[in-house]
Every structure is written in C-alpha cells, then in structure tokens.
C-alpha cells in the first residue's frame, strides 16, 4: 500500500514570497492533515479535512495561509506572504478517521 | 498552553536494557493516546496506542501504561535496541466532534548506546 506521498521535499523562498505545498493522501482515506513542525517542536496541525470539507482550522493563521482540499483527495497548503517564522517542516497526514494518523516525509521550509 | 508535555528533550539507554518514556497531558477530555516514532528526514510512524479505557497495551517489545488519574502515560521498550534511537512523540485525541487531531509534545530522543 503506497504511503501518503509530498511534494516538494525541500523548499526554500526569501520572506515575503509565496510557496505551495501538495500532498497525495493514501488511497481511500477521507480524513486529511496539515500539521506544521518547528524545530525542536512537537507537530502542531493547521488543517483537518473531512472529504473535501474543513473540520478544524482553528490553528490555522489565515492571513496568510490557505489550504484546499478539490475533490476529497490531493490537497496543497500554500502560505503568501511568507515569514521568517514560517521556516518547518510541514507534514501531511490522512486517516480512516479512528483517530490514527499516517504522516508523509514532509516538506522542510526554510524562508530566508 | 501545552496539553501535552515530554519533559525529557533526551535519554540515553545502554542496548539491552529498558527504556522508559514519560508524557503528561493536563486536557482531561483526552481519550486516547499515542506514540509515534520518528527517524531524520521522515515523518512520525506509528508505534503503539491506548485507549482511555485501558491502562495497558502491549506490543512485542513496546508497553504503554496510562495512569488517568494522574493524567501520565509512558512507553516502555524491552530489550532496547540500536534502531529504537529516534525522537518519540507522544501524541493525544478528545475525538469530539469528529475532530480528531493529535496533540503532540515535543517529543523525547532516545539514544540507544551499544
């Protein structure tokens, strides 16, 4: 069973522009996951979609960041205009939805 | 506000011995607990869950033990062994509403020294 798959592995951007990341979950998992890793940090989450549709995005900082989800699968998670302090690792999870999550290798930010 | 809390950022265990890992919690709407493991450059894998109703779950070499009323859990590992040094997450749910996304802590790195 193919894994959750992300892309790009690496980015990296100057403060204030824009980046994208997009995500591939496994196959038949409604449940979908942004979570946001600061060095040194625990993974905090963004984002969680039910099918095509937000679950929670209370941590999301919306001013800047937007994630979507089209037709219940892929999604991309995109951040205009980046921060300095938005340098992490930005994971990707889905799940069946019993509350075990199944994370992809992330994507490393680093905004200069 | 951290509900989640690792307190040890490091361990070190000597190959064959126990490792012990230790993770508090303060959201008492927290019903079921997890531990992730994670290598560089590679997302959290899955280890061992518990379900608040249980204070016990065994896995081969990996044991959790929830303590609710002290709101603790912890990861034993017996034998430890060289490929257990990673960072471990301990990660939590309250499942409400069909919300159920984890809360980690800051994970705890195991050492495992031969």
């Known amino acids: 069973e193919a894994g959750v798959a992300q892309s790009p592995r690496y980015k990296i951007i100057e403060k204030r522009q824009s980046v994208a990341f997009w995500c591939n979950p496994i196959?038949?998992?409604?449940?979908l996951y942004w979570y946001q890793q600061i060095l040194g940090q625990g993974p905090k989450l963004l984002i969680q979609?039910?099918?095509?549709?937000?679950?929670?995005d209370s941590q999301l900082p919306k001013d800047r960041f937007s994630a979507e989800r089209l037709k219940g699968v892929d999604s991309t998670l995109k951040i205009q205009p980046a921060k300095l302090e938005d340098s992490a690792v930005y994971l990707c999870?889905?799940?069946?939805?019993?509350?075990?999550?199944?994370f992809g290798p992330g994507t490393r930010l680093t905004v200069t | 506000d951290q509900q989640v809390k690792q307190n040890s950022p490091s361990l070190s265990v000597q190959e064959g011995r126990i490792s012990i890992l230790n993770c508090d919690y303060t959201?008492?709407?927290?019903?079921?607990f997890l531990w992730y493991k994670k290598y560089p450059a590679e997302g959290p894998t899955f280890l061992i869950s518990?379900?608040?109703?249980?204070d016990k779950n065994e896995d081969g070499r990996f044991t959790v033990f929830l303590n609710k009323s002290a709101k603790h859990l912890s990861l034993h590992i017996v034998p430890s062994q060289p490929g257990d040094s990673a960072v471990y997450f301990c990660?939590?749910?309250?499942?409400?509403?069909?919300?159920?996304?984890?809360?980690f802590g800051k994970g705890t790195h195991l050492i495992i020294q031969p």
């Open positions: 196959s038949g998992h409604a449940t």
């Open positions: 959201n008492s709407m927290f019903d079921y």
């Open positions: 999870a889905s799940s069946l939805g019993q509350g075990l999550l199944y």
């Open positions: 990660a939590a749910s309250d499942g409400g509403g069909g919300a159920d996304g984890l809360t």
């Open positions: 518990i379900s608040s109703i249980k």
């Open positions: 979609f039910q099918n095509n549709g937000v679950v929670d």
